[in-house]
């Protein structure tokens, strides 16, 4: 299932949206949400992380995938990327 969410600047729609549809599903919940830049998929990846007590993106549940670089583990469950990387997931 896929589901696309829009909204305006700062409600969410990257840090708290994300996580609470983790919450909810921790074992089986797939979340990717996109970026439009490298540096905002790290910033939000490691915030996310550091508000889910975790060390760093790609240790436990949270991880990102930028060109060039990638923070993400078997546990990764919520990620981080840009709309570039998505594309290319899709396209292969």
């Known amino acids: 299932r896929v589901v696309l969410l829009t ?9 708290q949206i994300p996580q609470f549809i983790l919450e909810e599903n ?4 797939k979340i990717v949400v996109c970026q439009p830049r490298r540096v905002a998929a790290t910033g ?13 993106p790609g240790v ?3 991880g990102y995938v930028v060109r060039g670089d990638s923070a993400i583990c078997n546990k990764s ?11 290319r997931q899709m396209q292969s």
Request: proline share 2%.
């Open 60 to 62: 436990e549940s949270v």
């Open 7 to 15: 909204g305006e600047t700062g409600c969410g729609k990257s840090t």
């Open 77 to 87: 469950r919520l990620v981080f990327c840009t709309t570039g990387v998505l594309l």
């Open 44 to 56: 939000v990846a490691t915030r996310v992380a550091e508000e889910r007590g975790e060390n760093s």
């Open 26 to 29: 921790p074992s089986q919940a």
